[in-house]
């Protein structure tokens, strides 16, 4: 059932198929028939027999008929030698005609006057959260032309350039490039044709940074099959410094299958004979169009330059076109200035308007040599030999016993380049300077020469093969192997810029310092870390845009004088005091040493003595007690008094109390993370601040990587550290930009704190501010610990190098670890790019707690027990230290002590008063006794004869006891007052008792 179903289904196919073509041929009889300029032949794709079919492919589909039929084509291994193209019509090999070239198997792009046909330009934003405004503002982005390179974006969009290529045998895929500046992300890889990234190592994937003016070739092996090949880039414009494009030519893939057609060679090159692989440039003062089996000669008083597609009439000479030299010294120490053209010379002197070139000056004597350099008989400066050295004016002398050369290099006089110093110029465009001096001397300083064009980068190389720490100084170890200082200054109409890059360990070439636009004479310094040899280039370029003309060879940098310190295999310009064998040794005394880490030279004995505790040998120099330094306020030195450090402790006196600090905690590396900001055309990026406060017994150990070659991460298959650039400080800065990569771009790394001047509650230390102002006032009754650092390495900016201030806080609201702020009115955590500002509020930065921290409270007499409790002080300001003691409790009876002392106290006093009471009363009671015999004896009527006690003197005792017969009342004593008035005389019976028991009665 089922095969008589396929059955009919096979034949209504086959009637259907049977009337389309009857169809056709109906509209086929109504069109002509086709010729050869009608179509185009094509294979098919290979079947699984490795066979294919040749077909022919009309150019307008439904205009003629009668095309040819299929036929077999080749197989799908086949291909054409170098110079060859596979005719599609015989299908055999056939030779290129002159004019134009074939790769056989391959495809060569190196015309860039358009984007060939085939490549593809996509931008987009590099944050794919971004909104759809953003991203619109990439849609201009893209890759330029530009003659004879392509040119990538200069802005923050993520530009692709993208080729599909079908490989019917394994391939390759090469192209030449130019990439100086790291602030460009730039990648290359490959994709199948479901859109999966092949697998690619990482130096195949991240293209290596290339030295400004050099261009290198980087190759990737590709599989069979469809290839899509993307060169991406993206802009970092952090800072507002424009960025130099990625610049890219001679695009060749191999693999291919063949190549039906071969290709015209472009204008101003040429192939003169059939059957060839390449097209040469045109010579100097010739032309071509394109696809030339030969080149053109200039018409009379017209110039070109090699590979120029034409010429350009020749201007009349003037002083942009003639530069001075100075000779050679002739045996009589002489020299003169001279003038030559600028090759090749193009302009024309014998018309108006044009100069001549000056006459040569007049002799003059010789500069005098540079020092560690004499002059010979014959006027010429060589180098003083090994042991030796000179000034430069004085012939070489030997170094007395006790001292040592100081080796090195110092060029500040000009009249021939020296031995190791190399000139060039290297040609961005089409343009040939390769026989060109990028730099000419001039006397007391070395210039930018013209360049063949402005774009020129022209170059200044100084080879040092390495560092050597002399004795004298090896009791240094701060890490300083050598520096060199040079002096210049750039006098510029355009956007020239001069880079100062090096190149060492085998790496690319790195960017150390640039300078823009003119600038005045100033010295700049670099320090060397690491012994190893260097190549210091200096790259002049008068403008970064495509030129062929020389418009602004006026602007120029001048060179005054370059110096390295400790070189290798140097010259000698002073011999420097080193230390000496002990004489108790046995040894001869009189060589020198090399003193161990942290000595200095004693300058009596000329021995090695060790710095006292606390110091460091932060000088040039170690010969003298003076050459170990103090560390400064609240630092101590580490083992081999390179460095000085905090140990996280502090004290401060104040209220005649020691305050003492425990910054434990925040001696781990801490990291700060602020932003995000924004770019101009709204990239985000932040700032990282990784910070090394403390411990480490001095390490620097906060690290900042730079991954902007290296953000595909490492698979552990390939090593990428010779991507990674990284620096190690007590502060450091890189900048991160999230991307739609897969891990953020960390670049721009920076040391802000390489030496640690000192910890104080003072606002300044060694010319480095701390500003208060600039974040909330402190509220607590400790004072702030300001730690104050700089960092050597001078910037084009940072005359004193940048310089850090981290303040310390006690905030006892924070945990141990704290939080790390930055002034609010300076988001980047600086106001002027130079100077630093954190602030760093934690608990830990309290103060140790003493016993003037708690108070004790003691509790009520409960059940025979009291209790005692220790609180600390409100608001609690310290930590650790002293512990709170605990709770305590002792017995008490039911009366109170106090209550004990005051009623024994009521007691005594009560005593005391009735005793008094007492006392006083019995006293008055004499008294009025005595006042009764005075009255008595005084009594005129009374014949009695006076007692005998009446004689008593005062203060005699009578022997008599005097008792009253009858006590008188109160109303007895009224009545006989009342009647004393009226009668004068009153009575009262008195008993006497006498010792002689005689009585009496007083009547």
């Known amino acids: ?268 090159w040429f192939s003169d004979s059939p059957g060839s692989s390449s097209c040469q440039p045109c010579p100097s003062n010739t032309f071509s169009i394109k696809g030339a089996s030969s080149c053109s000669a200039c018409p009379q008083n017209h110039y070109s330059h090699e590979g120029w597609a034409e010429c350009k009439v020749r201007p009349p000479c003037s002083e942009k076109d003639y530069f001075q030299i100075h000779t050679a010294c002739d045996s009589e120490g002489k020299t003169q200035v001279m003038y030559r053209w600028v090759e090749p010379k193009i302009c024309v002197e014998n018309i108006t308007g044009a100069v001549e070139l000056p006459q040569m000056g007049q002799r003059e004597p010789c500069p005098p040599c540079n020092p560690g350099y004499y002059n010979s008989n014959d006027s010429t400066c060589l180098p003083c030999l090994s042991g030796t050295h000179s000034d430069g004016t004085t012939v070489c002398t030997k170094c007395p016993a006790g001292t040592e050369p100081v080796l090195g290099y110092e060029y500040k006089w000009w009249n021939v380049l020296p031995a190791n110093l190399k000139t060039s110029c290297f040609s961005v465009g089409n343009t040939k300077c390769d026989n060109m001096n990028g730099w000419e001397v001039a006397g007391d300083h070395i210039r930018s020469g013209a360049g063949s064009s402005d774009n020129d980068y022209l170059i200044l190389s100084l080879h040092v093969p390495g560092f050597k720490v002399p004795a004298s100084l090896s009791g240094m170890t701060g890490g300083e192997f050598g520096r060199i200082t040079f002096v210049f200054e750039t006098i510029c109409t355009a956007d020239c810029e001069l880079y100062f890059m090096k190149y060492m360990n085998g790496r690319s070439t790195t960017v150390v310092e640039s300078w823009d636009g003119s600038q005045d004479k100033q010295s700049y310094t670099h320090i060397m870390s690491t012994n190893t040899s260097v190549t210091f280039t200096w790259a002049f370029q008068r403008t970064n845009h495509a030129l062929d003309l020389r418009r602004y060879v006026s602007d120029t940098v001048k060179l005054y004088s370059i110096s390295v310190t400790n070189v290798l295999d140097g010259v000698a310009s002073a011999c420097r005091a080193c230390a000496l064998l002990s004489q108790n040794s046995g040894l001869a005394g009189s060589s020198c040493i090399p003193c161990p880490a942290g000595y200095y030279i004693d300058r009596d004995t000329n021995r090695c003595q060790e710095c006292p505790p606390n110091t460091h040998l932060a000088g040039r120099h170690t010969y003298g007690r003076d050459a170990c330094m103090p560390c400064g306020p609240g630092s101590i030195s580490n083992k081999e008094h390179s460095r000085c450090y905090s140990d996280c402790s502090f004290s401060h006196m104040e209220n005649n109390r020691t305050l003492s600090f425990d910054l434990s905690a925040l001696s781990n590396v801490s990291s700060l993370t602020i932003g995000p900001s924004f770019t101009s055309k709204g990239t985000k990026y932040l700032h990282v601040f990784n910070i090394s406060l403390c411990g480490h017994q001095g390490k620097r150990a906060a690290v900042c990587t730079d991954n902007v070659t290296d953000v595909s991460g490492k698979d552990g298959q390939s090593d990428s550290n010779q991507f990674v650039s990284s620096v190690d400080s007590f502060i450091c800065q890189a900048t991160i930009i999230p991307s739609s990569f897969r891990t953020a771009i960390s670049s721009q790394s920076i040391s802000l704190a390489d030496t640690f001047l000192g910890a104080t509650v003072d606002i300044a230390l060694d010319g480095v501010e701390a500003k208060p102002e600039f974040f909330p006032e402190n509220s607590k009754n400790v004072p702030d610990i300001h730690f104050f650092y700089r960092s050597t390495q001078v910037t084009a900016s940072c005359d004193q190098g940048r310089s850090s201030v981290i303040t310390v806080r006690c905030n006892p609201e924070r945990s141990e670890r704290g939080e790390l702020s930055v002034p609010s009115s300076c988001p980047a955590g600086t106001c002027d790019g130079c100077t630093f500002h954190l602030l760093w509020e934690s608990a830990s930065a309290c103060p140790r707690c003493s016993k003037d921290d708690f108070h004790r409270i003691e509790g009520v007499c409960k059940g025979g027990v009291q209790e005692t409790l220790y609180v600390w002080n409100e608001q609690k300001l310290c930590t650790k230290g002293v512990p709170l003691p605990p709770r305590s409790s002792s017995p008490c009876e039911a009366v109170a002590l106090w209550l004990k002392v005051g009623v024994g106290g009521g007691a005594f006093m009560a005593v005391l008063l009735i005793s008094l009471t007492c006392y006083f009363w019995k006293k008055n009671k004499r008294l009025e006794y005595k006042y009764s015999r005075l009255v008595m004896s005084g009594n005129k009527d009374c014949e009695l004869p006076a007692a005998d006690s009446c004689g008593l003197t005062e203060g005699e005792e009578p022997d008599d006891d005097v008792v009253y017969a009858q006590k008188p009342s109160l109303l007895g004593k009224l009545r006989a007052i009342a009647n004393k008035g009226e009668k004068g005389e009153s009575s009262e019976s008195v008993q006497l008792n006498s010792s002689r028991s005689e009585r009496w009665v007083l009547g």
């Not at 299908?91 to 593809?120: E, I």
């Not at 040119?151 to 290529?165: G, I, K, P, Q």
């Open 1 to 268: 059932m089922r095969e008589a179903a396929g059955a009919s289904w096979s034949l209504r196919c086959l009637l259907l198929i049977l009337a389309s073509l009857h169809s056709l041929c109906a509209v086929a009889q109504l069109l002509r028939p086709c010729d050869e300029t009608d179509y185009y032949y094509q294979y098919t794709e290979c079947d699984s027999t490795g066979s294919r079919w040749r077909v022919a492919i009309p150019l307008s589909p439904g205009s003629c008929s009668e095309l040819p039929p299929p036929a077999r084509g080749t197989e799908c291994s086949f291909s054409c030698a170098a110079g060859m193209f596979l005719e599609m019509s015989t299908q055999q090999c056939t030779p290129c005609v002159s004019g134009s070239y074939s790769l056989g198997s391959g495809l060569r792009f190196d015309q860039w006057d358009a984007v060939p046909a085939g490549f593809t330009s996509l931008a987009s934003y590099m944050d794919p959260g971004t909104s759809e405004e953003d991203s619109q503002a990439c849609s201009s982005s893209t890759w330029t032309p530009q003659g004879v390179y392509l040119e990538s974006n200069r802005d923050e969009c993520t530009v692709s350039l993208v080729y599909a290529v079908h490989l019917e045998k394994q391939g390759s895929v090469s192209f030449t490039y130019q990439y100086p500046d790291n602030n460009i992300f730039f990648e290359f890889y490959v994709q199948n044709e479901q859109c999966q990234e092949m697998a690619q190592t990482d130096d195949q994937k991240w293209i290596k940074v290339t030295s400004n003016g050099e261009w290198n070739t980087h190759m990737v092996s590709l599989k069979s099959g469809m290839n899509i090949l993307y060169w991406r880039t993206t802009g970092i414009l952090v800072g507002g410094k424009m960025v130099k494009p990625v610049l890219l030519k001679n695009i060749q893939i191999e693999g291919v299958a063949y190549t039906s057609e071969c290709f015209p060679c472009r204008p101003g």
